[in-house]
């Protein structure tokens, strides 16, 4: 029902193990039920790291998402990076 624009930086980023990394995600639609977030590791099904449907943060362990619906928005943020989060990492609007 509609078009939806989702728009995220494509540019490869480098971070030393154990510090933060993140990423923004935009979109542009006339509805919206939820954001969401994946982790694609090269050879393995992607996981689903975040489901958000409103404004505000949500915690998981090192990973904490920040959806703002109002600028309509979110940021992915990895604490303490380590060598297994290297990884392809994509937002998707339901």
């Known amino acids: 029902t509609g078009q939806i624009l989702v728009t995220q930086e494509d540019e490869p980023v480098t971070v030393k193990r154990g ?3 993140h990423t ?3 979109y ?3 509805y919206f039920n939820a ?3 994946y982790q694609l590791r090269k ?3 992607p996981q689903l790291l975040s489901y958000q449907a409103g404004t ?3 915690h998981s362990g090192r990973i904490t998402t920040h959806l703002n619906t109002t600028g309509k928005s ?3 943020e990895v604490q303490a990076v380590e060598v297994s989060d ?3 990492y994509l937002c998707a609007v339901q």
């Open 35 to 37: 954001l969401l977030w």
């Open 28 to 30: 542009q639609t006339t």
């Open 74 to 76: 979110s940021v992915l």
């Open 43 to 45: 050879g393995q099904a």
């Open 56 to 58: 505000g943060s949500k």
């Open 19 to 21: 510090e933060p990394f």
């Open 24 to 26: 923004t995600c935009k």
């Open 86 to 88: 290297s990884a392809l």
